[in-house]
Protein backbone atom coordinates (compact mmCIF):
# COMPACT_ATOMS: atom_id res chain seq x y z
CA UNK A 1 0.00 0.00 0.00
CA UNK A 2 2.78 2.21 0.11
CA UNK A 3 4.37 1.59 -2.94
CA UNK A 4 0.86 2.90 -4.44
CA UNK A 5 1.08 6.02 -2.23
CA UNK A 6 4.36 6.87 -3.53
CA UNK A 7 3.67 6.44 -6.72
CA UNK A 8 0.56 8.36 -6.44
CA UNK A 9 2.64 11.48 -4.68
CA UNK A 10 4.96 10.82 -7.48
CA UNK A 11 2.03 11.33 -10.26
CA UNK A 12 0.50 14.59 -8.05
CA UNK A 13 4.27 15.98 -8.15
CA UNK A 14 4.34 15.40 -12.12
CA UNK A 15 6.99 12.71 -11.94
CA UNK A 16 7.30 11.25 -15.43
CA UNK A 17 8.75 7.96 -14.00
CA UNK A 18 5.80 7.97 -11.47
CA UNK A 19 3.15 8.34 -14.16
CA UNK A 20 4.72 6.09 -16.29
CA UNK A 21 5.01 3.31 -13.48
CA UNK A 22 0.54 4.27 -12.89
CA UNK A 23 0.07 4.09 -16.29
CA UNK A 24 1.32 0.59 -16.79
CA UNK A 25 -0.54 -0.64 -13.82
CA UNK A 26 -3.54 0.48 -15.15
CA UNK A 27 -2.80 -1.18 -18.42
CA UNK A 28 -1.93 -4.44 -16.90
CA UNK A 29 -4.30 -7.28 -17.74
CA UNK A 30 -3.55 -8.96 -14.40
CA UNK A 31 -6.40 -9.35 -11.80
CA UNK A 32 -3.94 -8.53 -8.95
CA UNK A 33 -3.04 -5.40 -10.91
CA UNK A 34 -6.72 -4.48 -11.10
CA UNK A 35 -7.47 -3.89 -7.27
CA UNK A 36 -4.13 -1.93 -7.25
CA UNK A 37 -5.25 0.07 -10.13
CA UNK A 38 -8.38 1.06 -8.80
CA UNK A 39 -6.92 2.02 -5.50
CA UNK A 40 -4.52 4.12 -7.26
CA UNK A 41 -6.97 5.69 -9.41
CA UNK A 42 -9.56 6.59 -6.42
CA UNK A 43 -6.42 8.13 -4.41
CA UNK A 44 -5.73 10.44 -7.67
CA UNK A 45 -9.37 11.32 -8.91
CA UNK A 46 -9.29 14.65 -6.56
CA UNK A 47 -6.83 15.59 -8.60
CA UNK A 48 -8.02 15.05 -11.96
CA UNK A 49 -10.63 16.90 -14.01
CA UNK A 50 -8.88 20.11 -14.72
CA UNK A 51 -8.04 19.60 -18.32
CA UNK A 52 -9.49 20.71 -21.39
CA UNK A 53 -9.83 17.24 -23.35
CA UNK A 54 -9.74 17.32 -26.68
CA UNK A 55 -10.63 14.64 -29.46
CA UNK A 56 -8.60 14.56 -32.71
CA UNK A 57 -9.90 12.38 -35.76
CA UNK A 58 -8.86 13.14 -39.53
CA UNK A 59 -8.79 10.82 -42.73
CA UNK A 60 -5.19 8.87 -43.44
CA UNK A 61 -3.28 11.70 -45.02
CA UNK A 62 -4.22 14.50 -43.34
CA UNK A 63 -1.27 15.17 -41.74
CA UNK A 64 -2.86 14.59 -37.59
CA UNK A 65 1.06 14.11 -36.55
CA UNK A 66 2.23 17.73 -37.76
CA UNK A 67 -0.63 19.39 -36.28
CA UNK A 68 -0.78 17.53 -33.36
CA UNK A 69 2.99 18.35 -32.98
CA UNK A 70 2.36 22.32 -33.87
CA UNK A 71 -0.86 22.53 -31.99
CA UNK A 72 1.53 20.82 -28.67
CA UNK A 73 4.54 22.96 -29.10
CA UNK A 74 2.28 26.36 -29.63
CA UNK A 75 0.39 25.04 -26.18
CA UNK A 76 3.72 24.26 -24.46
CA UNK A 77 5.17 27.65 -25.44
CA UNK A 78 2.15 29.54 -23.46
CA UNK A 79 2.68 27.67 -20.64
CA UNK A 80 0.59 24.38 -20.87
CA UNK A 81 1.50 20.82 -20.49
CA UNK A 82 -0.08 18.79 -23.12
CA UNK A 83 -0.17 15.21 -22.88
CA UNK A 84 -0.90 13.14 -26.09
CA UNK A 85 -2.79 9.54 -26.02
CA UNK A 86 -4.21 7.14 -28.79
CA UNK A 87 -7.42 5.36 -29.24
CA UNK A 88 -6.02 2.50 -31.56
CA UNK A 89 -8.10 -0.82 -32.25
CA UNK A 90 -6.21 -2.08 -34.84
CA UNK A 91 -3.03 -1.55 -32.94
CA UNK A 92 -2.87 -5.32 -32.60
CA UNK A 93 -3.00 -5.95 -36.05
CA UNK A 94 -0.86 -2.94 -37.58
CA UNK A 95 1.58 -2.30 -34.86
CA UNK A 96 -0.33 0.89 -34.77
CA UNK A 97 0.66 4.35 -36.04
CA UNK A 98 1.22 6.28 -32.60
CA UNK A 99 4.33 4.54 -32.07
CA UNK A 100 5.50 6.17 -35.89
CA UNK A 101 3.81 9.23 -34.66
CA UNK A 102 6.22 9.49 -31.56
CA UNK A 103 8.66 9.78 -33.70
CA UNK A 104 7.50 12.13 -36.43
CA UNK A 105 6.64 14.30 -33.23
CA UNK A 106 10.28 14.69 -32.09
CA UNK A 107 10.43 18.22 -31.33
CA UNK A 108 7.31 17.85 -28.82
CA UNK A 109 8.36 14.03 -27.48
CA UNK A 110 11.99 15.88 -26.27
CA UNK A 111 9.81 18.37 -24.27
CA UNK A 112 9.42 18.13 -20.62
CA UNK A 113 6.44 19.66 -20.97
CA UNK A 114 4.78 17.02 -23.11
CA UNK A 115 4.21 13.41 -23.39
CA UNK A 116 3.05 11.12 -25.94
CA UNK A 117 1.89 7.46 -24.92
CA UNK A 118 0.40 5.00 -27.08
CA UNK A 119 -2.63 2.76 -26.25
CA UNK A 120 -2.53 -0.28 -25.06
CA UNK A 121 -2.52 -2.89 -27.81
CA UNK A 122 -5.68 -4.79 -28.29
CA UNK A 123 -8.76 -5.47 -31.00
CA UNK A 124 -11.73 -4.64 -28.10
CA UNK A 125 -12.15 -1.16 -28.67
CA UNK A 126 -14.00 -1.03 -25.21
CA UNK A 127 -10.68 -2.57 -23.78
CA UNK A 128 -8.65 0.14 -25.19
CA UNK A 129 -11.15 3.16 -25.00
CA UNK A 130 -11.10 1.82 -20.61
CA UNK A 131 -7.30 2.02 -20.20
CA UNK A 132 -7.06 5.47 -22.25
CA UNK A 133 -9.51 6.85 -20.17
CA UNK A 134 -8.00 5.99 -16.70
CA UNK A 135 -4.56 7.10 -18.17
CA UNK A 136 -6.22 10.65 -18.89
CA UNK A 137 -7.10 10.69 -15.41
CA UNK A 138 -3.77 10.14 -14.36
CA UNK A 139 -2.23 12.73 -16.79
CA UNK A 140 -4.50 15.46 -15.28
CA UNK A 141 -3.28 14.32 -11.86
CA UNK A 142 0.21 14.62 -13.42
CA UNK A 143 -0.71 18.34 -13.73
CA UNK A 144 -1.06 18.14 -17.53
CA UNK A 145 -3.75 20.49 -18.12
CA UNK A 146 -4.49 19.69 -22.16
CA UNK A 147 -5.01 15.99 -22.98
CA UNK A 148 -5.51 15.30 -26.56
CA UNK A 149 -6.88 11.50 -27.47
CA UNK A 150 -6.21 10.97 -30.98
CA UNK A 151 -8.19 7.97 -32.93
CA UNK A 152 -5.77 5.89 -35.17
CA UNK A 153 -8.82 3.71 -35.94
CA UNK A 154 -11.87 4.29 -37.99
CA UNK A 155 -15.79 4.29 -37.27
CA UNK A 156 -16.39 3.44 -33.96
CA UNK A 157 -13.31 4.60 -32.27
CA UNK A 158 -14.08 8.43 -33.20
CA UNK A 159 -17.53 7.77 -31.56
CA UNK A 160 -16.12 6.81 -28.32
CA UNK A 161 -13.31 9.00 -28.25
CA UNK A 162 -15.93 11.94 -28.86
CA UNK A 163 -17.88 10.46 -25.78
CA UNK A 164 -14.34 10.82 -23.94
CA UNK A 165 -13.64 14.69 -24.08
CA UNK A 166 -14.41 18.07 -24.15
CA UNK A 167 -14.06 19.10 -27.37
CA UNK A 168 -13.66 16.91 -30.80
CA UNK A 169 -11.98 18.44 -33.44
CA UNK A 170 -12.30 16.86 -37.29
CA UNK A 171 -9.19 17.23 -39.36
CA UNK A 172 -9.96 17.49 -42.82
CA UNK A 173 -7.82 17.58 -46.32
CA UNK A 174 -8.82 20.25 -48.91
CA UNK A 175 -11.16 19.26 -51.58
CA UNK A 176 -14.60 19.16 -52.65
CA UNK A 177 -16.99 17.90 -54.71
CA UNK A 178 -16.80 13.99 -54.48
CA UNK A 179 -14.43 14.39 -51.84
CA UNK A 180 -16.68 15.63 -49.89
CA UNK A 181 -19.44 13.57 -50.22
CA UNK A 182 -17.14 10.73 -48.33
CA UNK A 183 -17.17 12.42 -45.44
CA UNK A 184 -19.14 10.40 -42.85
CA UNK A 185 -22.45 12.06 -41.80
CA UNK A 186 -21.80 10.85 -38.65
CA UNK A 187 -18.88 11.82 -37.87
CA UNK A 188 -19.51 15.20 -39.15
CA UNK A 189 -22.36 15.06 -35.79
CA UNK A 190 -20.00 14.85 -33.62
CA UNK A 191 -17.36 17.48 -34.46
CA UNK A 192 -17.59 20.53 -32.59
CA UNK A 193 -15.14 21.90 -35.22
CA UNK A 194 -14.08 21.22 -38.38
CA UNK A 195 -10.14 22.14 -39.51
CA UNK A 196 -8.69 22.13 -43.03
CA UNK A 197 -5.55 21.29 -42.83
CA UNK A 198 -2.89 21.71 -45.52
CA UNK A 199 -4.24 25.01 -46.60
CA UNK A 200 -1.20 26.89 -48.35
CA UNK A 201 0.23 27.17 -51.83
CA UNK A 202 -1.55 25.56 -54.32
CA UNK A 203 -4.07 24.12 -51.88
CA UNK A 204 -5.52 27.49 -50.73
CA UNK A 205 -8.40 27.75 -53.32
CA UNK A 206 -9.55 24.24 -52.80
CA UNK A 207 -9.59 24.65 -48.63
CA UNK A 208 -11.78 27.88 -49.33
CA UNK A 209 -13.96 26.12 -51.55
CA UNK A 210 -14.22 23.06 -48.83
CA UNK A 211 -14.59 25.84 -46.27
CA UNK A 212 -17.56 27.26 -47.97
CA UNK A 213 -19.36 23.28 -48.44
CA UNK A 214 -18.51 22.18 -45.17
CA UNK A 215 -20.20 25.37 -43.82
CA UNK A 216 -23.19 24.73 -45.95
CA UNK A 217 -23.60 21.00 -44.97
CA UNK A 218 -23.22 22.04 -41.25
CA UNK A 219 -26.60 24.25 -41.91
CA UNK A 220 -28.57 20.98 -43.05
CA UNK A 221 -26.89 19.23 -40.16
CA UNK A 222 -28.62 19.74 -36.67
CA UNK A 223 -26.80 21.57 -34.29
CA UNK A 224 -25.03 19.38 -31.39
CA UNK A 225 -25.95 21.92 -29.12
CA UNK A 226 -27.76 25.22 -29.05
CA UNK A 227 -24.74 27.14 -27.44
CA UNK A 228 -22.48 26.57 -30.26
CA UNK A 229 -22.22 26.65 -33.71
CA UNK A 230 -19.74 24.50 -35.23
CA UNK A 231 -16.74 26.26 -36.88
CA UNK A 232 -14.61 25.49 -40.20
CA UNK A 233 -11.18 27.04 -40.11
CA UNK A 234 -8.55 26.71 -42.60
CA UNK A 235 -4.67 25.98 -41.60
CA UNK A 236 -0.97 24.99 -42.26
CA UNK A 237 0.08 22.45 -39.55
CA UNK A 238 3.18 22.69 -41.54
CA UNK A 239 3.87 26.08 -41.44
CA UNK A 240 2.23 26.86 -38.38
CA UNK A 241 -0.49 29.12 -40.27
CA UNK A 242 -3.69 29.07 -38.02
CA UNK A 243 -2.85 27.09 -35.31
CA UNK A 244 -3.35 30.11 -32.84
CA UNK A 245 -6.78 29.81 -34.20
CA UNK A 246 -7.72 26.37 -33.60
CA UNK A 247 -6.95 27.42 -29.72
CA UNK A 248 -9.26 30.73 -29.79
CA UNK A 249 -11.75 28.50 -30.96
CA UNK A 250 -11.25 25.77 -28.09
CA UNK A 251 -11.29 28.55 -26.00
CA UNK A 252 -14.12 30.24 -26.63
CA UNK A 253 -15.93 26.86 -26.81
CA UNK A 254 -15.55 26.23 -23.41
CA UNK A 255 -16.50 29.50 -22.35
CA UNK A 256 -19.92 29.16 -23.87
CA UNK A 257 -20.21 25.51 -22.71
CA UNK A 258 -19.16 26.40 -19.12
CA UNK A 259 -21.52 29.40 -19.02
CA UNK A 260 -24.57 27.23 -20.24
CA UNK A 261 -23.79 24.76 -17.97
CA UNK A 262 -23.45 22.17 -20.43
CA UNK A 263 -19.52 21.84 -19.95
CA UNK A 264 -20.70 20.49 -16.65
CA UNK A 265 -23.25 18.56 -17.52
CA UNK A 266 -21.17 16.56 -19.98
CA UNK A 267 -18.84 15.56 -17.87
CA UNK A 268 -21.47 13.96 -15.18
CA UNK A 269 -22.64 12.06 -18.19
CA UNK A 270 -19.54 10.55 -19.56
CA UNK A 271 -18.81 9.57 -15.88
CA UNK A 272 -22.27 7.95 -15.51
CA UNK A 273 -21.67 6.25 -19.04
CA UNK A 274 -18.67 5.81 -18.25
CA UNK A 275 -19.44 3.74 -15.18
CA UNK A 276 -22.04 1.99 -17.06
CA UNK A 277 -19.38 0.47 -19.78
CA UNK A 278 -17.46 -0.77 -17.13
CA UNK A 279 -20.29 -2.85 -15.50
CA UNK A 280 -21.06 -4.15 -18.76
CA UNK A 281 -17.43 -5.19 -19.43
CA UNK A 282 -17.00 -6.81 -16.02
CA UNK A 283 -20.16 -8.56 -16.48
CA UNK A 284 -18.82 -9.77 -19.88
CA UNK A 285 -15.56 -10.62 -18.30
CA UNK A 286 -17.69 -13.16 -15.63
CA UNK A 287 -19.57 -14.47 -18.49
CA UNK A 288 -17.02 -15.65 -20.54
CA UNK A 289 -14.66 -16.73 -17.45
CA UNK A 290 -17.54 -19.16 -16.41
CA UNK A 291 -16.87 -22.74 -15.83
CA UNK A 292 -20.26 -23.47 -16.68
CA UNK A 293 -20.51 -21.01 -19.94
CA UNK A 294 -17.12 -22.25 -20.83
CA UNK A 295 -18.44 -26.12 -20.45
CA UNK A 296 -21.40 -24.91 -22.88
CA UNK A 297 -20.16 -22.67 -25.30
CA UNK A 298 -18.16 -24.78 -27.83
CA UNK A 299 -21.48 -27.07 -28.30
CA UNK A 300 -23.89 -23.90 -28.23
CA UNK A 301 -21.77 -21.97 -31.02
CA UNK A 302 -21.73 -25.28 -33.23
CA UNK A 303 -25.32 -26.08 -32.99
CA UNK A 304 -26.22 -22.08 -33.47
CA UNK A 305 -23.74 -22.24 -36.56
CA UNK A 306 -25.39 -25.28 -38.50
CA UNK A 307 -28.68 -24.10 -38.03
CA UNK A 308 -29.68 -26.69 -34.76
CA UNK A 309 -30.81 -24.07 -32.38
CA UNK A 310 -31.91 -20.65 -32.74
CA UNK A 311 -29.47 -17.91 -31.75
CA UNK A 312 -31.96 -16.74 -29.23
CA UNK A 313 -32.63 -19.72 -27.65
CA UNK A 314 -28.81 -20.29 -26.80
CA UNK A 315 -28.62 -17.34 -25.53
CA UNK A 316 -31.11 -18.31 -23.32
CA UNK A 317 -29.29 -21.21 -22.38
CA UNK A 318 -26.12 -19.48 -21.89
CA UNK A 319 -27.61 -17.38 -19.53
CA UNK A 320 -29.25 -19.94 -18.00
CA UNK A 321 -26.25 -22.07 -17.53
CA UNK A 322 -24.53 -18.73 -15.56
CA UNK A 323 -27.64 -17.36 -13.45
CA UNK A 324 -27.01 -21.23 -11.71
CA UNK A 325 -24.78 -20.36 -9.14
Known amino acids: MKKLHDIAAGVRAGNIRSL??????????????S??????????????????????????????????EAFGLYLTGRGHKVAVLAVDPSSQISGGSILGDKTRME??????????RPSPSGSNLGGVARKTRETMLLCE??????????????????????????????????GAGDELQGIKKGVMEIADAIVINKADGDNRPRAELARQQYVNVLHILKPKSRNWQV???????????GISGVWELVEAYRTAMEQSGEFANKRRLQASDWMWSLVMDGLRDQFMNDR???NLLGTVQEAVATGVTAPGAAARRLLEAFKRH
Not at 41 to 58: F, T, Y
Not at 149 to 165: C, D, L
Not at 231 to 241: I, W, Y
Open 292 to 294: QVE
Open 231 to 241: PVQMVSALHGD
Open 107 to 116: ELSRLDSAFI
Open 20 to 33: AKAITLVESRSPDH
Open 141 to 174: AAGFDVIIVETVGVGQSEVTVASMVDFFLLLQLP
Open 35 to 68: LAATALLDELLPASGQSMRIGISGVPGVGKSTFI
